[in-house]
């Protein structure tokens, strides 16, 4: 199922949610796991950043790029 169905189903049977100790282990819940991926992001340096977009140059320049598009195609075909 596509991630965005996903994240709608969810909005709904939160909002069809009476109980406020389950909002509280929701919320709880969220505030774990979003501040846990923030803890993991390591900002960059400068030259590490350079680096990256001189690859991604370099990358595009000899043609090893895929389209958004054919992309989007071929996850289509994942599930």
Request: hydrophobic share 35%; proline share 1%; no cysteine.
């Amino acid at each position: 199922m596509d991630l965005e169905i996903r994240k709608k189903e969810f909005v709904r049977e939160f909002l069809k949610v009476q109980n406020e100790e389950i909002i509280i282990q929701l919320e709880n819940i969220l505030r774990k796991e979003n501040k846990s991926v923030q803890d993991k992001a390591e900002p960059m340096s400068v030259e590490e950043l350079n680096l990256r977009i001189d690859k991604s140059m370099d990358d595009s320049r000899s043609g090893k790029l895929v389209e958004a598009s054919d992309l989007k195609a071929r996850m289509k075909k994942w599930s």
